[in-house]
């Protein structure tokens, strides 16, 4: 499993999306290398390694769920710093901006990573929407109703 494998898988266990969502075979967008990138950076070489060799250790193992992996990756066990960083990570996804907290740990800031990775966000997959002045749906497509949110996290079935 090379880096970007793990860190997809990591993303499709955190997220709740299905991996063929967040790292479809025909990708034009390519979102998920600028999150990769950005989430290195700010989160660390060091910590993101560490992070993406704990996913893949527990992938490797056969009997471990993708709800079983995600619990053990954001147990407080590992640190609080590398469930921030897990954390962060499901941000990233969700919004396309990566978070900030203030120095007391009351509020968070955010800054968007670009016009890319705020099209792409999740949000909008679970909203059922899009974001303001960029569709993939035809025109007219709110008189009928939005297909089931499965269909949308890329899930067959829950």
Known sequence: MNTMQQF??????????DSSI????????NVKEEYLAAWTEK????????????????????NNSSQMIGEQMLAATNG????????KLIFLWYSGAWPTLSADGTSTSSVLLSTKSYNAGL???????HPMGSSNYRYGYWSE????????LGKSNS
């Open 22 to 29: 967040i790292a479809p075979t025909i990708d034009q967008i």
């Open 80 to 87: 609080a710093d590398f469930v921030l960083a897990c954390r």
């Open 8 to 17: 997809t898988g990591l993303s499709a266990v955190l997220t709740g999306f």
């Open 145 to 152: 109703a939005p297909a089931p949110l499965n269909q949308y």
């Open 43 to 62: 989160t660390g070489t060091a910590l993101a390694t560490s992070i993406l060799d704990k996913y893949a250790t527990l992938a490797s193992d056969s």
């Open 123 to 129: 949000v909008w997959q679970v909203m059922q929407s």
